[in-house]
Nanobody, 118 residues
Framework: QVQLVESGGGLVQAGGSLRLSCAAS????????MGWYRQAPGKQRELVAS?????NTNYANSVKGRFTISRDKNTVYLQMNSLKPEDTAVYYC??????????????WGQGTQVTVSS
């Protein structure tokens, strides 16, 4: 019905780059906004970046100027440059689905580990 498949995580040194990818598919509704969240050990999950179907983007202040979110239909990417150790977290892809004209629902990917060493 709905599936979000993430890839691109890994281990990099501080200052390095990674590109995350999330391919979404849905048979129950169209996909509106998509985004990336992250959760570090002992911390709450937080929004990293989001992008609407129209291409409008939003970024957490902590990643502005370093990360770039982009989208190709139902595949969303997160280009992560100038990585810092504090970026270490499990990154989750999120998709907002339009089920009906008045109803939406959120779905999550399985998460991909990003580890940045100092």
């Amino acid at each position: 019905q709905v599936q979000l498949v993430e890839s691109g995580g890994g281990l990099v040194q501080a200052g390095g780059s990674l590109r995350l990818s999330c391919a979404a598919s849905s048979s129950i509704g169209s996909i509106n906004a998509m985004g990336w969240y992250r959760q570090a050990p002992g911390k709450q999950r937080e929004l990293v970046a989001s992008i609407t179907s129209g291409g409008n983007t939003n970024y957490a202040n902590s990643v502005k100027g370093r990360f770039t979110i982009s989208r190709d239909k139902n595949t969303v990417y997160l280009q992560m440059n100038s990585l810092k150790p504090e970026d270490t977290a499990v990154y989750y892809c999120n998709a907002d689905l339009q089920i009906t004209r008045w109803s939406t629902s959120n779905y999550w990917g399985q998460g991909t580990q990003v580890t940045v060493s100092s």
